[in-house]
T-cell receptor, first 114, second 110 residues
Framework: EAGVAQSPRYKIIEKRQSVAFWCNPI?????LYWYQQILGQGPKLLIQ????????DSQLPKDRFSAERLKGVDSTLKIQPAKLEDSAVYLCASSRASSGNTIYFGEGSWLTVV | GQNIDQPTEMTATEGAIVQINCTYQ??????LFWYQQHAGEAPTFLSY????GLEEKGRFSSFLSRSKGYSYLLLKELQMKDSASYLCAVREPNDYKLSFGAGTTVTVRA
């Protein structure tokens, strides 16, 4: 089956600009995650969706980050305005909505803010 | 919340065995995952433990003790391609939230 798709793979923007990342999960996966991974650290959960509802967004910096999953399939993560510390890899992952199911990651969107 | 600890770095020789430990303190538990992440790539799934004991999958094995909040990943017959970061992750029971440790960078030397 096709994996988790993300785009763009790489993006360089200046601080205070905006950027959007897109994710298409594995077909049939109800749960979708966005993680931020700063170089040398483990992934940090930003937001988790169950179908089109938000399960957890406690670590999402809501003053500048937003995410949506309107039809319960694709998702978009937006940053506006970007800061230098937002430079990271943004990983999208998905899983079936039940215990014991593996979480699969996309290849990530690499953001550099200059 | 989750507090997940693992060593930062480990080095081993090709053909040897390395054990990566992970300890966790969590408000809930619904499984522990190990992921492998090569530099510049996304994490890939290695193993999943939800019950106590050892799960073996080829050269990789993973162990879990829920009472001790402890897991390890055992890599046998190390190969150069095993040089990567290994991430321990714990899932919470109600909403399947997955929290990661900082990762252990394993370097395999000839």
């Amino acid at each position: 089956e096709a994996g988790v798709a993300q785009s763009p793979r790489y993006k360089i923007i200046e601080k205070r600009q905006s950027v959007a990342f897109w994710c298409n999960p594995i077909s049939g996966h109800a749960t979708l995650y966005w993680y931020q991974q700063i170089l040398g650290q483990g992934p940090k959960l930003l937001i988790q969706f169950q179908n089109n509802g938000v399960v957890d967004d406690s670590q999402l910096p809501k003053d500048r980050f937003s995410a949506e999953r309107l039809k319960g399939v694709d998702s978009t993560l937006k940053i506006q305005p970007a800061k230098l510390e937002d430079s990271a890899v943004y990983l999208c992952a998905s899983s079936r909505a039940s215990s014991g199911n593996t979480i699969y990651f996309g290849e990530g969107s690499w953001l550099t803010v200059v | 919340g989750q507090n997940i600890d693992q060593p930062t770095e480990m080095t081993a020789t090709e053909g040897a065995i390395v054990q990566i430990n992970c300890t966790y303190q969590t408000s809930g538990f619904n499984g522990l995952f190990w992921y492998q992440q090569h530099a510049g790539e996304a994490p890939t799934f290695l193993s999943y433990n939800v019950l106590d004991g050892l799960e073996e999958k080829g050269r990789f094995s993973s162990f879990l003790s829920r009472s001790k909040g402890y897991s390890y990943l055992l890599l046998k017959e190390l190969q150069m391609k095993d040089s990567a970061s290994y991430l321990c992750a714990v899932r919470e029971p109600n909403d399947y939230k997955l929290s990661f440790g900082a990762g252990t960078t394993v370097t395999v030397r000839a």
